[in-house]
């Protein structure tokens, strides 16, 4: 009886069109579902391969010291020479230009937003650092980022925004990386 019952279920391939709207919605989230995670995996792409690269930066930054200083005991970051190199490592690993425009090759679409670059000091160690950045200040889009990091000795911190483009929205999304390097002269 049931293998009869059954052979009539299998002949009988009428659906009703509940069915049809129901398959058309489940294709509709298989297709947002993708396009979101297509989103994150770009903007995680994105911000570990900024991250990786501006850590190069700060790091070349933070090797600028000023020697005759260094020489009587005391730590001081040559701003000058300390500013041109994190620039320099900065075009060499994103790819840009001297105006910090991106070149062909590089993952970036517009040049990147150096919020802050500095050599920072406390009094006593670890010592939380704390900064806000502002991104697309003067648009009705603005939004604050805060950056918490700790340090354990004098650092070079940087703030840097880029953007990646998103699918299915018209402007791009800012990505706030920072980058901190401990100066630790080994004599």
Known sequence: MSKQRHAV????????????????????????????????SLHMAARSGVK??????TAAAA?????????????????????????????????????NEPQPGSFLHKA???????FVTHAGYPYTYSKSVKVRSG??????????????????????EVEQNMYGEQEAEPIVVPSVSSIRPRY
Do not use: C
């Open 139 to 160: 648009t009705d889009k603005e939004t604050i980022r805060s950056i918490e990091a700790t340090l354990y000795g004098p650092s070079v911190v940087a703030i840097v």
């Open 112 to 118: 990147p937003i150096i919020h802050y670059l500095g």
């Open 9 to 40: 279920w299998l002949q009988n391939e009428r659906g009703g069109v509940q069915v049809l709207i129901l398959g058309l919605f489940a294709v509709a989230a298989m297709i947002l579902l993708f396009v979101v995670s297509v989103n994150v």
């Open 63 to 99: 090797l600028d010291i000023n020697e005759t200083e260094a020489s009587y005991g005391r730590l001081v970051w040559d701003e000058a020479k300390g500013s041109a190199s994190f620039n320099k490592y900065l075009q060499l690993t994103l790819r840009l230009d001297a105006n």
């Open 52 to 57: 990786d690269y501006l850590d190069i930066a």
